[in-house]
Nanobody
Framework: QVQLVESGGGLVQAGGSLRLSCAASLASGRSFSTYSMGWFRQAPGKEREFVSGANWSGSSKYYADSVKGRFSISRDNVKTTVYLQMNSLKAEDTAVYYC??????????????????WGKGTLVTVSS
């Protein structure tokens, strides 16, 4: 019902910035504004972890402690796209970044287990 495609990953030096995008394609009759969106990441040998999330309208936003003050999530419900602006990148931010969606309004950290739809991910590599 929802297809998600991430883009914007790449190689960046520590201290640099990247902007990830996640474009959603929805089945007929589905509205992007009824989906909560989240960004997750998975580093080699580690579990997938929550990075940031936004509710249906984007009025409520949530961040992992490790990225607070450096990353910013936003969404454009007309363009059916969610963004992750990543500033002051660190080597430990290196991971595959995934966007995900579900119908549940988030109240804080989002669990990967609760997400219904996933993109294939985009690789972010931060060199130190």
């Amino acid at each position: 019902q929802v297809q998600l495609v991430e883009s914007g990953g790449g190689l960046v030096q520590a201290g640099g910035s990247l902007r990830l995008s996640c474009a959603a394609s929805l089945a007929s009759g589905r509205s992007f504004s009824t989906y909560s969106m989240g960004w997750f990441r998975q580093a080699p040998g580690k579990e997938r972890e929550f990075v940031s999330g936004a509710n249906w309208s984007g009025s409520s936003k949530y961040y992992a402690d490790s990225v607070k003050g450096r990353f910013s999530i936003s969404r454009d419900n007309v363009k059916t796209t969610v963004y992750l602006q990543m500033n002051s990148l660190k080597a430990e931010d290196t991971a595959v970044y995934y966007c995900a969606a579900n119908h549940v309004q988030p109240t804080g950290v989002m669990s990967p287990r609760d997400m219904d739809y996933w993109g294939k991910g985009t690789l972010v590599t931060v060199s130190s």
